[in-house]
């Protein structure tokens, strides 16, 4: 598994447009603090968060993925190819309870990012977030959580869900023990 700078990716596509970090933080919602910690790799954000600072660098998620500007009509991904995002933590610090893997990584111009998100652990931030596009979420292990608007969807393995993702939402485990989650995210 490697693990990708997105970082240094973001920091790139701001000083190319000569923004600084307050810019981008007054723009994306997000404190000056947490696009500094992501910039410097002390943290990796979660989806949603990243789905913003794509939707407003007007690129797609998986530009932060990208191993190489060559363009290939398909991509096979073995299974230790696989980019991991550890660290993921929210806008206030605390762990988001979560880690994920990208599943594309050399195909440009995608219409969908597929991830896998690893759910292990319990959490008490249950604060939900939202973006562009649209979201499916498929559950491959364990039971997890859904909270969507003012819903909480109990999905065990087998269960899906489709979304539109601008809804709050928020998928954690709902005990703390081991969930595996095959995520789709569309702009």
């Known amino acids: 598994m490697s693990e990708y700078n997105i970082g240094a990716k ?8 000569k923004l600084t970090l307050q810019e981008v933080a007054n723009e994306t919602g997000f404190s000056t603090a947490l696009i500094s ?23 797609k998620i998986g ?16 299974s230790n190819e696989h980019t991991f995002i550890p660290r993921v933590v929210s806008k206030d610090g605390t762990n988001h309870g979560y880690f994920y893997e990208s599943l594309s990584v050399r195909k ?14 319990k959490v008490t931030n249950t604060d939900t ?5 649209e979201e499916f979420l498929f559950v491959m292990k364990g039971t997890a959580e859904l909270l969507l ?14 979304f539109d993702a601008t809804l709050k939402h928020r998928l954690f485990s709902s005990d703390g023990n081991a969930v595996k989650v095959m995520a789709v995210v569309m702009r």
Do not use: W
């Open 10 to 17: 973001i920091k790139e596509l701001r000083r190319a447009r």
């Open 149 to 162: 608007d003012d819903q909480r969807i109990v999905l065990n393995v087998g269960d899906c869900v489709y």
């Open 129 to 133: 977030y939202s973006h562009n596009g």
């Open 37 to 59: 910690q992501i910039e410097n790799n002390n943290v990796s954000p979660p989806i949603a968060t990243l789905s913003k600072i794509a939707n407003f660098f007007d690129v």
């Open 108 to 121: 440009k111009n995608k219409k969908m990012d597929p991830f896998l998100l690893t759910l292990n652990e």
């Open 63 to 78: 530009h932060f993925f990208i191993e190489n500007e060559e363009e290939c009509p398909y991509e096979v991904l073995r």
